[in-house]
């Protein structure tokens, strides 16, 4: 059993990709092409924003909107310690400082209770994390936000196509910014990502970032970088566009396949906030006790099941000079022990997603 197979979504959608590709080869045009503009303005109006800008990574498109906003040295930013690394990185590159505010453990995205204590005169903007693919609470953070003029950013990697009050993430922030890493649940072929966002001044700076900060071949209005999106990797996505949604219902049946079948006092399934539609990225659980055992017995019985994230970021070697210690956020670092993300994607078969259950049952039942 694999974590995620990849091979059965390509089955499925084969003959267009290859066509796909082979138009691209065909053409010789590698980069900055048509497939890049199109995937652009259809990503741009299915987040229901102005602007798509293909970069060559999520980790990428965090970097630039943070750059686009101006943000640097002597310069704080709010986000999560409960997060893949590139969210925080991205704040440190740019040469400001990473503030980290707790998460709420029942969905492990931010809490909005404790960011108000966390905003200084020095604090810029938020990146907000929709973990799992699960939004986090918007309402009440715009409403900070907002009060504080603090600039959105969304950090979507995990989440396009999910929702909040019915509305697409990455509409709510100045910014934000997606990843095509191929075992996102919008995947390509390859690194790639896209900030997307309703501001023109931020839209240009990311455009002229891509090229070196030119706007005009050859002429650079200021230091930028090599940051494009592969015309091959962006004519992939198109083809998977049209099963974007599709592929999110699956995944939504397939979860609730699993928490119908996970009912089993030494498990929580994940809460679903009523104004959130979830698109399951992961399916994580958590474990009350002896998670890496369970662990451990699942691989031996020859299931796959991944620890996003062991360690949260506060607690990470490289952010050691932030000085926070063990205990500083107490649901992170729960988070961290407990949480286990099991198989899921559009094709996995329900004899599978009943096996894994099938064992997680005969583990906690053992002892
Ligand atoms: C929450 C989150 N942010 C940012 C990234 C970075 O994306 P990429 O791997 O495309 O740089 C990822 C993906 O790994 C992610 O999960």
């Not at 965090?62 to 040295?73: P, Q, R, T």
């Not at 191929?182 to 891509?210: C, E, H, Q």
């Not at 230091?223 to 939504?252: C, E, F, H, M, P």
């Amino acid at each position: 059993m694999e974590f995620l197979d990849l091979k059965l979504q390509y089955k499925n959608i084969q003959k267009d990709i290859d066509t796909a590709i082979k138009g691209i080869l065909n053409s010789c045009v590698f980069i900055m092409g048509k497939a890049v503009t199109d995937l652009e303005e259809k990503i741009a109006a299915y987040c229901n924003v102005k602007y798509g800008i293909g970069l060559n990574s999520g980790s990428d498109a965090l970097f630039v909107a943070l750059k686009a906003l101006n943000i640097g040295e002597g310069d704080e930013v709010i986000t999560t310690p409960f997060t893949f690394v590139s969210t925080a990185e991205a704040i440190v590159l740019v040469g400001a400082k990473p503030v980290f505010v707790d998460i709420d453990l029942k969905t492990f995205n931010i809490d909005p209770n404790k960011i108000e204590k966390k905003i200084t005169n020095k604090t810029r903007a938020i990146i907000l994390v929709h973990l799992y693919g699960q939004p986090a609470d918007m309402d009440p953070i715009l409403k900070i936000t907002k009060k504080y003029k603090l600039y959105v950013i969304e950090d979507a990697a995990q989440a396009l196509g999910a929702k909040y009050n019915r509305r697409q993430v990455c509409s709510f922030g100045d910014v934000g910014c997606l990843s095509f890493f191929p075992s996102k649940n919008f995947g390509a072929y390859g690194d790639g990502g896209m900030l997307v966002t309703n501001n023109k001044k931020i839209a240009n700076y990311a455009k002229m970032w891509r090229v070196h900060g030119a706007k005009k071949k050859y002429l650079h209005k200021f230091i930028g970088d090599n940051s494009r999106l592969d015309n091959i990797q962006a004519a992939i996505l198109l083809v998977k566009l049209k099963y974007l949604n599709k592929w999110n219902n699956l995944r939504t049946k397939k979860a609730l396949l699993y928490t119908q079948m996970l009912n089993n006092p030494g498990v929580i399934t994940p809460y679903i906030n009523p104004k959130c539609t979830h698109i399951y990225h992961q399916y994580t659980i958590i474990v009350r006790k002896r998670r890496n055992e369970l662990v451990h017995y699942l691989k031996q019985c020859g299931i796959p099941s991944i620890i996003y994230y062991p360690l949260p970021l506060h607690l990470q070697p490289a952010f050691k000079y932030l000085k926070y210690s063990a205990g500083d956020f107490p649901m992170a670092e729960q988070a961290s022990q407990q949480v286990l993300s099991l198989p899921i994607y559009p094709e996995i078969s329900t004899e599978n997603q009943k096996k894994i259950v099938n064992r997680i049952e005969c583990f906690l039942n053992k002892k």
